[in-house]
């Protein structure tokens, strides 16, 4: 089993930053991979990044491409997405999501998913 726990979500105006992190608890493996997706209202779930647990390769969807960087703290158990420049369309619950032995690109492909954190970007 994996447990996944997030933080750092809030409030931003435009234009500006926020730093999400993810505890993970449990046993990850060579093949597996964590990253985030998002949903806003009325919308379906989507992939935002994800990074590979132990060789780091990332993958970005590209509407955040530039602007946003996950990274991961494996001592730590941690992974954490840097947002950059955000915009109003960048509002939304953002989950952290765990694929044991896949790509984690798409919502179907997560064997774990966290509760979620809102993140709020005023205009």
């Known amino acids: 089993q994996v447990q996944l726990v997030e933080s750092g979500g809030g409030l931003v105006q435009a234009g500006g930053s926020l730093r999400l992190s993810c505890a993970i608890s449990g046993r990850l493996l060579s093949t597996s991979t964590v990253g985030w997706f998002r949903q806003a209202p009325a919308k379906e779930r989507e992939f935002v990044a994800n990074?590979?647990?132990?060789?780091?390769?990332?993958n970005y969807a590209d509407s955040v491409k530039g602007r946003f960087t996950i990274s991961r703290d494996n001592a730590k158990n941690m992974i954490y997405l840097d947002m950059n420049r955000l915009q109003p369309e960048d509002t939304a619950d953002y989950y952290c999501?765990?694929?044991?032995?896949?790509?984690?690109?798409?919502?179907?492909?997560?064997?774990?998913w966290g509760n979620g954190t809102l993140v709020t970007v005023s205009s």
């Open positions: 990074i590979a647990w132990y060789s780091r390769i990332t």
């Open positions: 999501a765990a694929d044991v032995r896949g790509p984690l690109t798409t919502p179907r492909q997560s064997d774990y």
